[in-house]
């Protein structure tokens, strides 16, 4: 499941996500690794719940513009792109090593 940019979570993601720990036992670590989610964050909305308040958080928060998703998509792409860079930027000088006389063990 995919985060939201900005910790801006909907109503029924939060719903869903309090019902993995309430009714289907999982455990709030292994629930909120699933989801994505600060354990903290987590662990307010399971308060809320207990207190019946859940369905209040986030009626302050505006709606995510379309540019809004459109750049936290972006920026989530470019931060993929450069751990895929680094990894090929070792692996390149990992063969090139090999590749020196003298170096192969």
């Keep these: 499941m995919q985060r939201a940019p900005n910790g801006k979570y909907t109503k029924e993601f939060r ?27 987590l662990g307010n909305w399971l308060k809320a719940n207990k207190s019946g308040k859940l369905g209040d958080i986030g009626k302050t928060y505006r709606p995510l513009t379309e540019i ?5 998509r972006v ?11 680094d990894i090929l930027k070792k692996a390149a000088a990992y063969f ?6 003298g170096t192969r063990q």
Excluded: C, H
């Excluded at 309430?22 to 709030?28: D, G, Q, R, V």
């Excluded at 629930?31 to 354990?39: E, K, Q, V």
């Excluded at 809004?68 to 936290?72: G, I, N, Q, S």
């Design 96 to 101: 090139a090593r090999e590749s020196l006389p």
């Design 68 to 72: 809004e998703v459109e750049l936290a």
């Design 15 to 41: 719903e869903e996500a309090v019902k993995l720990v309430t009714e289907e036992k999982l455990s709030i670590p292994e629930a909120a690794r699933r989801l994505s989610l600060p354990l903290s964050t």
């Design 75 to 85: 920026k989530k792409e470019n931060v993929e792109l450069k751990m895929e860079r």
